[in-house]
């Protein structure tokens, strides 16, 4: 093979757990894409150019490695990584456990990486004793203002965390948000596809390192739930009290949609002036992002907005499977995947309501209410496989999940590797939530939408040729069939779903946003939103970038999202259908490529 090709981890539509039967009615042939690189700044550009848009798109493979000048053939095996040429991708994504022999930080562009060990000085979390005595209790940020002890001991740990921050503590405020941006703005590698890269190259140096995120996989559950696990300990052992736990923003009650009160003191430590002003005070719309504009249905008063609130949680959590709430696999190879439905809502649009700090990827852990965001986000998953009874990856081919572990420093100082299997269930942690609300999302199942006029006869297909540039103010139609095991029975099941897949190609530098209607007459889209069955979800994208490794060049990323379809079919009675009716609606921000829009059966 020539010196100028690639060496590729295989990673195709293929890998997914999904089975695509299905395509669009009509679509453009995908050619090659060039790279690009960004500079990481939060903004809320517009789209561009849609030709340029498109010319700059990365080859799903220049995302996985773009490794030149390798100079090899065939396929290379390093333990369970395999990597192979990219004249023959195979259609499997072959994965391994992510330890801290597959990754490292590095130090670069002014970022210095947090909390450096020696090998020989990590202990293992399961060698630790358990946690004993009572269960820690995370309770309602909005509802602890009253105990106002709580309070200053909360406020307390913080401060003294902070006092930590110029003696290199990995204890420290500043070191623990270092921990986020290490992990979550590319500053961490995948060392061993460089390794077997340059050992294939002759030994030879300047190999690029492939970018490594916790984000758009299944690891991002797992990894914020360690991550604030130790966060939390550390303030327990710093004030001397072990039964010390954080609040969780309790967003997703309705008189938890605003910004919680204890983090709105200037004079408190908990306090950070650079949020969105407009909205420190105001009820949160999870529907609103920066730029969007107010197409939706508007809301003439909060009610109504936290109306819509509840049916994107509702959304968020009503899949069936664990791919679609956690995500796809992590490959190896670098590539971010596929993001599930607990990334994909409430967690990206609170971030970016929240807006500062929070709303960029780089600088998020420095906002103290990024842990009881977080918090909240942890319960869900908590709350998704105990009152709804889902279970998370389970049977063969889940251990390399399971077997993923990060090193972090814990409350006593000591470098603790702690893996996805040691966090899988919150009460062997030894913490729980006290639940003060009603769950009201339980509830709000959305309902076909009575304000559009529906054809009498079938829709005429629309055929769309991929890839395509959206942008603000065009929608797209595409007409997708469904697969015939769904139509067969009129409908998938819990075990199958299907799905709405949607392959994008963005700039993880900007905000982006856009809608997904299912069957909703064109020139009406105006009519459907949240509260409607027809209103399938929306992709949101939460900017990389910020904080002191912030003007780095990053390459687009190609991604792909799963929209929930079972129960919209279901609810629309468009079960024995053959296609469905697809709209894209750009709302805000920068550049997305569609790269494809597809049905699938999951399982």
Known sequence: MASSSFIVLPFTAAASACHPPSKPVARGKQGRRTRLSCHCKATAGGAGDDDLAVSRRLDRRDVLLGLTGVGAAGAINLGGLALAADDAVP??????????????????????????????????????????????V?????LVAADKEYVRKYEAGVRMMRDLDASGDPRSFKSQA?????????????TAVAAAASRTAGGGGGTPEIDFDVHFSSIFAPWHRMYIYFFERIIGELIGDTTFALPYWNWDAPDGMMLPPIF?????????????????????????????????????????VKENNLSVIYRQMAVDTALQFHGNKFCAGGTPGSPGSLENA?????HIWVGGDMGVLGTAGRDPVFYSHHANVDRMWHLWTTTLGNQDFVGAGTGDWRDTSFVFYDEKRRPVRISVRDVLDAGRLGYTY??????????????????????????VPAALSFPVALKKGRKEYVTVERPEEARASGGSSKKAP????????????????????????????????????????????????????????????????????????????????????????????GMVVVDDVRVELCN
Request: hydrophobic share 35%; proline share 9%; aromatic share 6%.
């Open 264 to 304: 709105n003191n200037a004079s408190s430590p908990l306090y950070d002036a650079n949020r969105d002003q407009a909205h420190v005070t105001a009820v949160m719309d999870l529907n609103k992002g920066p730029g969007a504009d107010n197409e939706l249905p508007l809301c003439s008063d909060d009610a109504c």
């Open 91 to 136: 259609a499997t994504c072959v994965t391994v456990p992510v330890t801290d022999q597959v990754i490292r930080c590095v130090s670069a562009d002014g970022f210095n990486c947090p909390g450096v060990y020696r090998p020989e000085d990590v202990v293992d979390f399961s060698a630790l004793p358990p946690p004993n005595g009572p269960l820690r």
């Open 434 to 459: 006290e639940e003060r609300e009603t769950l009201e999302w339980l509830d709000k199942r959305p309902k076909p939408a009575t304000g559009i006029d529906r054809p009498a006869g079938p829709s």
């Open 178 to 190: 270092a921990i986020h941006e290490a992990y979550c703005n590319f500053h961490y590698k995948v």
């Open 498 to 589: 299907e799905v709405l897949v949607v392959d994008v190609t963005i700039d993880p530098c900007e905000y982006a946003k856009f809608d997904v209607l299912v069957n909703v007459p064109k020139g009406q889209e105006a009519r459907v939103g949240p509260q409607d069955t027809e209103f399938a979800g929306t992709f949101e994208n939460l900017p990389h970038g910020g904080g002191d490794g912030g003007g780095r060049g990053m390459g687009r990323l190609t991604l792909t999202y799963r929209f929930a379809l079972r129960e919209l079919v279901e609810d629309l009675g468009c079960g024995q259908d053959r296609r469905l009716d697809v709209t894209l609606v750009p709302r805000a921000g």
């Open 346 to 350: 409430a967690h990206t649009a609170v």
């Open 138 to 142: 995370r309770r309602p940020a909005h």
